[in-house]
């Protein structure tokens, strides 16, 4: 027997339903925030996310999904992103801002995990030339708005990750900090001493959480901008009455990240919180050889909330046609042929007695049943059931 791949599953039935409720719930909103759909490829240069997410990410050094193709080019299945879609097209050298939103498959290459799949699922937005903190609070609200509408309870999680400015002398300040405490960190920080100090601070061993509570905090050494920029973020959600907590150790995985950080965390789904995360990279777009463009962007893992969704009742819809004599049969495309360009359609092929049909019709959903006895047969008429609310009538077949 020939299985999925290991870490990779396929999306059926209830969970392919699932999945498509979620994505068009929140491509609706991203449409009222003025975002317009992007779709990128599944494979791309492995150099544009070493360039991108930088050499010390673990992104690179643990969790790509790298291979040679047969032309000999390193190539990787995409982790995430659509800033080099944004400066391929140019769009870099335009006046104008730009907001997109996309969703599908992502790759990384791991252990699988409950919540963590080596091809994932994610809904996002980025929004290219709006450097307003502004931004950061109406990306917020967004992903506030998609989980009211999918029914999820969830919290948020914010801090500044700080900018060119501040981040030096604090990253050389947390780097002395480390150094002093480098014999009870686990391997993993010990590399990102030197590589990624930042990163440390979300390391999830239980020994290196305790001793880095008392770790210097970047948001008591923002520069003025950054701090001005945080507390108008506070400011604003406290006028829409979010609620949030400041977690201090919260950063991003990659090394582009600057001044606003936010994650929206679950407690319904274990140790694999986070179901959304997000924050702004205005340097990245410069960094892949484009124009200077301020950016930000979040992205919702849509495994990690599958089970979450409070999915709508089922809505009866459509029409189920059967037959109850084998030469009724064909009687039955035409009428399906013209009733598709209204609504759903759903056609038994084999003879059935109309209990039977009435059964298939249920459970196919249907709204109406329309059945051909051996009576409608010789009439030319069929017989039409609404199966919500259990009235029935017969009709010629041209008027149905």
């Not at 209990?355 to 051996?374: C, F, N, Q, R, S």
């Amino acid at each position: 027997m020939i299985n999925a791949l290991r870490g990779m599953k396929d999306l059926t039935f209830e969970e392919s339903q699932r999945y498509i409720h979620i994505v068009t719930t929140a491509a609706a909103i991203a449409k009222k925030y003025g975002y317009h759909y992007i779709e990128t490829p599944i494979l791309e240069e492995t150099a544009l996310f070493r360039r991108s997410v930088g050499e010390s990410s673990d992104i690179v050094g643990k969790e790509m999904y790298q291979f040679e193709d047969k032309g000999g080019n390193d190539v990787c299945m995409r982790p995430e992103g659509v800033v080099r879609a944004f400066i391929s097209a140019k769009l870099d050298r335009q006046p104008q801002k730009y907001k997109f939103y996309y969703y599908g498959p992502m790759f990384r290459y791991e252990r699988p995990q409950k919540g963590r799949l080596r091809e994932f699922h994610q809904f996002g937005c980025e929004s290219f030339g709006e450097a307003s903190v502004y931004e950061d609070f109406t990306l917020i609200m967004m992903i506030r708005d998609i989980f009211d509408a999918l029914g999820i309870a969830c919290s948020l999680k914010i801090n500044s990750l700080g900018c060119s400015e501040c981040m030096p002398p604090y990253r050389e300040n947390l780097q002395h900090f480390l150094t002093d405490i480098e014999d009870g960190l686990c391997d993993d920080c010990i590399r990102r001493i030197t590589t990624n100090p930042i990163r440390t601070l979300d390391c999830k061993n239980q020994a290196c959480q305790a001793l880095l509570k008392e770790a210097p905090q970047l948001i008591e050494n923002l520069c003025e901008d950054c701090d001005r920029d945080f507390r108008t973020l506070t400011e604003l959600l406290n006028q829409a009455a979010v609620d949030y907590e400041i977690d201090t150790h919260l950063v991003r995985g990659l090394d582009y990240y600057s001044k606003t950080a936010f994650e929206f965390v679950s407690e319904e789904i274990g140790a694999q919180s986070a179901v959304a995360g997000g924050g702004r990279y205005d340097k990245l777009v410069e960094y892949l050889d484009g124009r200077p463009t301020p950016a930000i962007g979040f992205a919702i893992g849509i495994e990690r909330i599958m089970e979450l969704v409070k999915m709508p009742e089922a809505v009866r819809e459509g029409i189920y046609l059967g037959a109850m004599l084998p030469e009724a049969i064909q009687s039955l495309f035409p009428l399906a042929e013209r009733k598709r360009r209204e609504q759903k359609v759903t056609v038994e092929y084999e003879p059935k007695k109309l209990k039977a049909h009435l059964k298939a019709a249920d459970k196919a959903g249907a709204k109406i049943a329309a059945i051909i006895g051996e009576d409608e047969f010789n009439r030319g008429t069929i017989w039409v059931r609404d199966l919500e609310r259990k009235e029935e009538k017969s009709v010629a077949l041209e008027l149905f």
